[in-house]
């Protein structure tokens, strides 16, 4: 799960940086002196985006792809507990050999 936000993430933000190189390709001469006066605040608001970006992210995955995932562990569960799974349990004998 925080592998597929940390993915979604990453992809937005190298659209984004790809987008913006497009459109401020006007800033080019005076890239050092942005760089040098403006690059902590440049650096810190990327860094703050992109933890805001992967907490959406995130919680947007869980919400939509664990929607019925306490439902669906209990029918497991009561499987398991009745012995109506198709795979037996391994017994402790196979285990130890």
Do not use: C
């Amino acid at each position: 799960m925080i592998a597929n936000a940390l993915f979604i993430t990453l992809a937005v933000l190298l659209a984004l940086g790809f987008w913006l190189m497009g459109e401020l390709k006007f800033f080019i001469p005076y890239k050092a002196v942005l760089l040098h006066e403006y690059g902590q605040i440049l650096l810190i608001y990327v860094v703050v985006m992109s933890a805001n970006l992967f907490a959406a992210t995130f919680s947007l995955t869980r919400k939509f792809f664990l929607k019925d995932t306490g439902r669906k562990l209990s029918h497991l569960d009561k499987q398991l507990h009745f012995g109506d799974t198709e795979v037996p349990a391994p017994s402790l004998e196979q285990e130890l050999d």
